[in-house]
């Protein structure tokens, strides 16, 4: 039987994360197990900007942030096992890691400790109730995101999304982008639950409806989903009748929250907080089963990445200060500190020429922009400079980064994801995407490759922003 130090469970950014600082801490023998093909975890498929803000003090798409971790576990040779399923974990001294792959079968581990690293997961519409057949058509927005982003698959055409945090929101303006209809997002609650910048950018920008205090009542289609019953709820969210309209559509997206994936946390034996809905840790993010601890979105949901790496090296000092030195009782369990839930709204009869959202952080300030006599603005309510220079552009000349896929022959991967190497204007989105959605690369194609100069005459190139490895 293997036996190494620590074993982490999950290659996202959390466990990489927990790795590296584990490895600068001492800890020599570090085994990363992920049940997917590549490291990177759900960063893969976010395939759109807004993250890295903090830790890499710019503005990067998903495969780019975890690209930068993957690098640093392989250049520091922390050993990674891929398309590997941990299917059961015992604490202890030592810990028992089962797990299973296609070429060992299914096999244990020993481990000094164990880092829970599994990430969450979307919760489906079983678990919402929503009356109707099961027609095909219906997805989380997650998995949808995974056709179009990793497999260059469209889900449907025409589409209704459930559910306005920034998934849903980023889900909307991507099927969109990729030529699908967007008809509406509703969302139960009287407020979105993503950010006021997505807000703007996802849906304001495709002038797509936003349906506050709304929800999906019925499903309807048989094969396949033909289209859905949206009305509007009252205070106690419950459908007011009358309200209701009928919405064609071949496609529903649910974008309805996540939760923990926790099944080997609960299979351990671990204690649960129902409030975090992940394990109870202490202040050493140890659960209450000896020698394992835990990070990152298994541990709580987290909204920023950031958050999430940060973490994880606390989490990846804590367990090689147990493998070295032993660590210290466990005392009392210590929540982590969950930031408030965005509730987010654009205040209402908002005149869009002279009050805007800032889209240049998840700050998402409101800007008032009054024209002076000689024709220049004066700008309030910006917290920073980026917000004055958003403001004069978003007023004289609009532009945004389009993030996308290219499709790739020849690699391991069908698409690979890019982005415009700087803003372009806003009225060039339609023709650059018909530009990226026209072209065919070859692989290898590795982050940065310039795979389209002067999209839609813009001087501005389209780069790589993931890798598409050769097919051996
Ligand atoms: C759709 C979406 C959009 C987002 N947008 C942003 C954004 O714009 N900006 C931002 O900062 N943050 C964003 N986030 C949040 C951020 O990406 C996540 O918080 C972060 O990726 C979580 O990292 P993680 O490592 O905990 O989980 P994950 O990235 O989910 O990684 C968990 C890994 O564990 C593996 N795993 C699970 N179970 C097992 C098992 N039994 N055996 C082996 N491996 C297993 C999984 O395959 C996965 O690779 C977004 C999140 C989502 C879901």
Redesign the pocket.
């Known amino acids: 039987m293997k036996t190494v130090d620590l074993v982490i469970?999950?290659?996202?950014?959390?466990?990489m994360a927990a790795a590296l600082s584990a490895y600068e801490k001492g800890v020599a023998k570090i085994l990363i197990?992920?049940?997917?093909k590549e490291l990177?975890?759900?960063?893969n498929?976010?395939i759109?900007n807004?993250?890295?803000l903090h830790t890499f003090k710019e503005e990067l798409t998903?495969p780019e942030y975890a690209d930068r971790y993957i690098n640093m576990v392989w250049e520091k040779g922390i050993e990674n096992l891929l398309n590997?399923?941990?299917?059961d974990v015992q604490g202890g001294s030592p810990c028992l890691i089962t797990?299973m792959n296609k070429e060992q079968g299914m096999f244990q581990i020993k481990a000094k400790a164990v880092i829970l690293?599994?990430?969450?997961r979307e919760r489906a519409r079983g678990a919402m109730n929503i009356p109707g057949f099961r027609p095909a058509g219906i997805y989380s927005?997650?998995t949808a995101?995974r056709y179009v982003n990793i497999e260059g698959r469209m889900p449907g055409k025409e589409i209704v999304v459930l559910g306005s945090g920034?998934?849903g929101l980023?889900m909307a303006r991507r099927m969109t982008l990729q030529g699908a209809k967007v008809k509406l997002v509703a969302e139960i609650m009287p407020y979105s639950g993503g950010l006021r910048r997505n807000i703007v950018q996802c849906l304001d920008d495709y002038n797509i409806p936003l349906k506050l205090s709304h929800t999906v009542t019925k499903i309807h289609g048989k094969d396949r989903v033909e289209g859905v019953t949206v009305a509007k709820v009252d205070e106690n969210l419950q459908a007011i009748p009358d309200t209701e309209e009928f919405v064609s559509c071949d496609t529903l997206l649910l974008s309805c929250g996540?939760i923990p994936?926790n099944?080997?946390s609960q299979g351990a034996g671990a204690q649960m907080d129902a409030v975090t809905q992940g394990p109870v840790v202490n202040e050493r993010l140890e659960t209450t089963v000896k020698g394992v601890f835990a990070?990152?979105?298994?541990l709580h949901?987290?909204?920023?990445?950031?958050n999430?790496s940060k973490e994880?090296e606390s989490a990846g000092a804590f367990a090689a200060d147990y493998i070295l030195n032993g660590g210290s009782d466990w005392k009392e369990a210590v929540r982590p500190k969950i930031p408030e839930k965005t509730k987010c709204t654009l205040p209402e009869g908002r005149d869009a020429s002279s009050q805007l959202i800032c889209i240049g952080c998840p700050a998402g300030c409101l800007i008032t922009a009054k024209k002076r006599e000689d024709g220049d603005y004066d700008i309030t309510g910006n917290t920073c400079q980026k917000g004055e220079a958003y403001a004069r552009n978003e007023l004289t000349s609009p532009v945004r980064t389009v993030t996308s896929m290219i499709r790739v022959h020849g690699g391991r991967r069908k698409v690979v994801s890019v982005k415009t190497a700087q803003e372009i204007p806003k009225e060039k989105i339609n023709a650059c995407m018909e530009e990226i959605n026209g072209v065919y690369v070859s692989a290898p194609v590795k982050v940065g490759d310039v795979l389209i100069e002067n999209v839609a005459g813009t001087g501005i190139s389209v780069v790589a922003t993931g890798n598409a490895m050769q097919t051996v």
């Open positions: 469970i999950g290659g996202g950014p959390a466990g197990l992920e049940r997917d990177g975890g759900i960063l498929q976010c759109h807004g993250f890295g998903g590997t399923m941990v299917v797990a690293a599994m990430g969450c927005a997650g995101q920034d998934i980023i996540l994936e099944e080997l990070c990152g979105n298994v949901v987290h909204d920023l990445v950031d999430v994880s």
